[in-house]
């Protein structure tokens, strides 16, 4: 058995289960009495945070599963409410334990879960996810599929995409009386309708042409997702900006959500420079595009009478309009964060009122015979400029961006609008449609303890952390200062939503003038991790959600050419998101999280594009000559590759995508790895004299080696996961003296001379600077590096001096401010290096497990170190844990325990 942490139990239903969870994240399943699957019961929670009622509102989640678990199939599951009753939903498996989603014979990882939920205002629903059997299923969308279009019935409307141009919405008919009566049309095809561009004076529009494709991306139970890519044209055929668009469609409902993407997809180069300064007059058109507008037009079949529309208070207005008329309402972004965000209303193309930021923006349209059209958008308020307009004439728009504004090379610009179809229906229905479906959906969060203890997360420390209160503290901190940082105004617009600065201390007045770096060591990955600690689903609403969201649109390259070397991967921060490239800024390890808890299909559209390239184009070889006095690409390169590689494969089951990553794998190892387990920092097999870069190592290297090692078995991986912190100990500290300061500072590079009988090392100082030590963040990486390594060698001493160095160096000078690139590596790595610094990480081979059930008698027997007293922890829903009992393990190293059960029917136990 693997060295133990917190233990965690598993539902004991009418077969009791108890499950340990390790710092290794193994689970352990011990059913003597029985051979079928243990029976579970996760509680999932789903609460109301918009001030809303929802009503049968789509819920979707992933929800992880412990490797050790052993389950593969979902036949047997089953959803059901607070009362009992079972609820139709529908199981999705995105990913498994070790390999592809599709490979029947292994467990889950992470399965999706799709289901219908009501809720009050402000209220919270708990729901149960059992293997107990007797399912039921969500309705259909009934899809029809022509050689010309697609044409989809969710029941109370009926919509057809056409596959010759993009016109968006070819036509539109609803069933107002429930009946099936589907006439008159709403919409009709139109020339006006789809997605246009104007640019140099000049309109371009993408129902001028065929899509490039038009196929069903999604189709499950209860909801199916078209996706629709092409260009835009002008009136002589010449295109400007491809777009992407995804057209969710929900049984039961006339609502569809459209996430829509503008993408310059040319790249000058390499995507480098500071664009204007080093790039020619005439050739500036290559790596920008200066944009007048942008936007989605509906044209409606007849003439809109009235709009009815709300700003900032959820209160309406109703705007009468006639003939020509029109109105709309306008976002602006200042361009000095200090200034307040502002926003208009104008009707006859002149300003009517001005407001303050948006917050329930939404626009209804209303014909005299026919019903209407609802719009608003996800973030219409804070990625501004954006425009919502409605004229007389039936054309509604939604523009992003609404006024002059610049996309740059290989970049997009998207929002997700919500077209809600209507037959006349309450406004305040429809605004409780825009508040909650679309701006805050519903999410169905599982304990803290679950995600813990499922390790599909990497190694956690259960919440709260009782040795490190300040840890908790901390984190709270980070949050709290970056979400005062965005709500100052330093992240509004379309281009720089939710980005990261490189360094706090960034003030410029201009958002724009902010060297962002999005990815620049993954701050959405703490915030995940923090989310999964606690189970509380702000961590993902306010801040890893929409950072994501933004990253894999804006800072992941996305070019026009197929196959293109840089597609999907993000190779470059500062302003503009593309002043700096170097190729090795693909820091977003959660994107694969951030897929696996959404099912978000483009976020792994863009994961598995970036891992093609790296995997398919010749530039990204080991030993591609990039021009550097190195020969090969970098070691971040390599290792964001590498990374990119494991988790797309993980995801897709792609076979090329594996052979690649353990090719690239084993002969780096081979290469750079020495006899004496010091890594080289070049590709140098000849050169005595090797020089290693610590922060690489335990910052980046190691915590993808150990994902890596975990997924092959690889020996060599695990010889450098074990002896390259050792020696970091052994030869990089400042000082030799325990008592001195410099005993807790490190090196950053050491050479290392081969001799005869061995080596010998000193430090070296490349920079002359800082940069040649260690600078907390990297400390932090090498306490997590400190604990994997005692977990495979079984050297406890290694967890004892991390966390010595903790106490000592890091939480004194551990200060919460805004997520910017320090602060972001630091959280990110602390998160799996606490679960090795609690205290019972080092307490021995600690476990529990059941003898007996039945006849109400549940016996428990705790295996641990003789003397060592164990607190057993006991809970009936896994949200609110009680002391159990305490117990004293004997010389014989165990005690049994007893527990009458005829009160429950179902408990979990851990060890605290």
């Known amino acids: 058995m693997h060295l133990q942490g917190p233990n965690m139990g598993v539902s004991l239903d009418k077969s009791p289960v108890i499950t340990c969870w390790t710092l290794l994240c193994t689970f352990l399943f011990l059913l003597p009495d029985l051979k079928a699957q243990p029976s579970f019961r996760i509680p999932l929670k789903v609460s109301e945070h918009a001030g809303v009622k929802r009503m049968e509102e789509p819920v979707r989640s992933g929800v992880p599963f412990p490797q050790n678990m052993e389950l593969s199939s979902i036949d047997s599951l089953r959803l059901t409410d607070d009362s009992g009753k079972v609820v139709p939903a529908h199981f999705e498996i995105l990913g498994r334990w070790g390999g592809g989603p599709h490979d029947p014979e292994l467990s889950i990882r992470w399965l999706q879960l799709d289901f219908k939920a009501n809720l009050e ?62 006439d008159p049309a709403l919409i009709l095809p139109s020339g006006q309708s789809g997605s246009y561009v104007i640019a140099g004076g000049k309109e ?20 199916v997702t078209l996706r629709v890519e092409g260009f835009h044209h002008d009136l002589d055929g010449n295109p400007l900006l491809r777009y992407v668009t995804r057209l969710a469609f929900f049984a039961g409902s006339s609502a ?44 409606l079949q007849a003439p809109v009478t009235e709009v009815e529309w709300t700003v900032e208070d959820g209160n309406s207005e109703i705007t009468p309009l006639v003939g020509d008329a029109s109105f709309a309402l306008r976002q602006r972004t200042p361009r000095r964060w200090e200034d307040p965000l502002v926003s208009e209303v104008w009707l006859q193309g002149q300003v009517h009122a001005s407001h303050g930021a948006a917050l329930t923006a939404m626009v209804s349209a209303t014909t005299d015979d026919r019903g209407g059209l609802a719009v608003s958008t996800r973030d219409f308020w804070r990625k501004g400029p954006q425009q919502m307009a409605v004229d007389g004439k039936g054309i509604v728009t939604v523009d992003f961006p609404a006024e002059p504004y610049t996309i740059y090379q290989a970049m997009g610009l998207a929002e997700e609008i919500l077209f809600d179809f209507h037959g006349g229906d309450d406004f305040e229905d429809l605004a409780a449609s825009s508040q909650g479906f679309l701006k805050d959906p519903l999410f169905a969060v599982a304990p803290g303890d679950w995600y813990v203890a499922s390790g599909a997360l990497g190694e956690l420390t259960p919440y709260p952390c009782a040795q490190y209160p300040s840890y908790d503290e901390r984190l709270e901190g980070h949050l709290e200062a970056t979400l005062e940082w965005i709500e100052e105004g330093h992240a509004y617009g379309l281009l720089n939503w939710l980005d990261m600065p490189i360094f706090r201390s960034d003030d410029s007045p201009d958002p724009h003038d902010v060297s962002f770096g999005n990815s620049y060591y993954d701050a959405p990955g703490a915030c995940i991790r923090e989310f999964a600690r606690r189970g509380e689903y702000r961590w993902l609403r306010d801040l890893a959600f929409p950072q994501i969201r933004h990253w894999y649109t804006t800072d992941a390259y996305d070019t026009d050419e197929i196959g293109h070397p840089y597609g999907g991967i993000s190779g470059a921060r500062g302003f503009y998101h593309r002043s700096g490239f170097t190729g090795e800024y693909h820091y977003m390890e959660s994107l694969w999280d951030y897929y696996y808890l959404t099912g978000d299909r483009r976020s792994l559209e863009r994961g598995l594009e970036a891992a093609r390239s790296y995997a398919e184009d010749p530039s990204w070889d080991n030993d591609f000559d990039i021009g550097f006095a190195i020969p090969g690409i970098t070691g971040r390169m390599v290792w964001q590759k590498l990374n990119t590689l494991l988790e797309a494969w993980l995801a897709s089951g792609q076979e090329p995508l594996y052979q690649a990553m353990v090719a690239d794998a084993e002969e780096w190892l081979a290469v750079i790895g020495t006899e004496h387990g010091f890594l080289r920092e070049d590709r140098q097999q000849g050169n005595r004299f090797i020089t290693e870069q610590h922060f690489q190592a335990v910052v980046i290297h190691l915590p993808v080696l150990w994902k890596y090692h975990a997924l092959t078995q690889s020996e060599a991986a695990q010889r450098v996961l074990i002896n390259v912190p050792r020696h970091i100990l052994q030869h990089a500290r400042e000082s030799e003296n325990p008592s001195s300061p410099a005993y807790n500072e490190f090196y950053n590079f050491l050479e290392v001379r081969l001799e005869q009988d061995g080596y010998a090392t000193e430090p070296a100082f490349l920079f ?57 590596q630091q959280t990110l790595r602390m998160a799996p290096a606490m679960a090795y610094l609690v205290e019972s990480a080092t307490r021995g081979q600690a476990s529990l497990e059941i003898l007996r059930a039945g006849q109400g008698q549940i016996r428990l027997r705790l295996t641990g170190e003789p003397g060592e007293t164990y607190q057993v922890m006991r809970s009936t829903d896994l949200a609110t844990w009680m002391e159990h009992t305490q117990v004293e393990v004997g010389s014989e190293g165990e005690v049994l325990i007893t527990e009458l059960v005829s009160q429950a029917s179902r408990l979990f136990y851990r060890l605290q």
């Open 256 to 299: 569809v959500k459209v996430h829509h993407t503008f993408i310059e997809g040319r790249v000058r180069d390499s995507g480098n420079g500071s664009l204007y300064d080093d790039v020619a007059p005439e050739d500036q058109g290559q790596v920008m595009t200066p944009l007048e507008k942008a936007g989605l037009r509906v044209a």
């Open 204 to 223: 371009y529009r993408a129902n001028r042409t065929a899509p490039l494709e038009v196929v069903v991306d999604e189709r499950l139970p209860g909801r």
């Open 121 to 182: 205002a402000g209220g919270t629903r708990v729901y149960s996810l059992s293997n107990e059997g007797g399912g039921l299923s969500m309705p259909l969308v009934d899809v029809h599929e022509t050689e010309a279009h697609i044409q989809l019935e969710t029941g109370p409307a009926r919509f057809r995409v056409s596959k010759l141009k993009g016109s968006l919405f070819d036509a539109v008919w609803l069933d107002d009386n429930g009946e099936g009566d589907m």
């Open 768 to 824: 002359q600077d800082s940069d040649d030590y260690l600078y907390d963040p990297a400390v932090v990486g090498l306490l997590a590096a400190l604990g994997r390594a005692s977990a495979l060698s079984g050297d406890t001493s290694l967890v004892e001096e991390a966390r010595r160095l903790y106490r000592d160096r890091i939480e004194p000078n551990w200060f919460p401010d805004v997520w910017d690139k320090p602060n972001a």
